[in-house]
């Protein structure tokens, strides 16, 4: 299993295929150069091919990429456990955008996760999630009765 993370270092290592510094991607994620290195530590442990050049930076290896992909269905999974974590458990508004960067996928990915956990609120337990549109951009609020 790969941590939030490890998830999100893979996703930018995927998006561009060429080689990026490690300062950049520390920036992106939020987290020191050090943590950077201990995660590609960590992903080479679990088998994830990452090149490394001196003075160029990281890339995934293309070949070994090809044959290894984070599975798709269980990062959006993740991603929406997470998210109905945020809204009923920690009982936070949050907006398209803000999941989007957190997430570092599309707002268009966001709302069909929106649409997926609607879906499941939907069986007659009389929960749902408030939507308000303000300056093209949907916010979010948990757990309203119908």
Do not use: H
């Amino acid at each position: 299993m790969f941590t939030e993370r490890q998830q999100k270092l893979i996703r930018l290592l995927e998006k561009n295929m060429t080689f990026q510094k490690i300062s950049d991607l520390s920036k992106k994620l939020g987290c020191s150069q050090r943590t950077i290195y201990n995660e590609i530590e960590s992903l080479r442990e679990k088998n994830i091919s990452i090149i490394s050049k001196r003075g160029v930076g990281i890339k995934l290896n293309k070949e070994v990429d090809e044959k290894f992909s984070l599975d798709s269905t269980s990062i959006m999974s993740t991603r929406r456990l997470e998210i109905i974590k945020s809204l009923f458990i920690e009982n936070k508004t949050v907006t398209l955008k803000k999941l989007s960067e957190n997430y570092l996928v599309s707002q268009t990915s966001i709302k069909s996760d929106i649409e997926a956990i609607e879906e499941i609120l939907d069986d007659g337990c009389g929960a749902f999630l408030k939507k308000e549109i303000q300056v093209q951009n949907w916010i979010i609020f948990p757990w309203k009765e119908k």
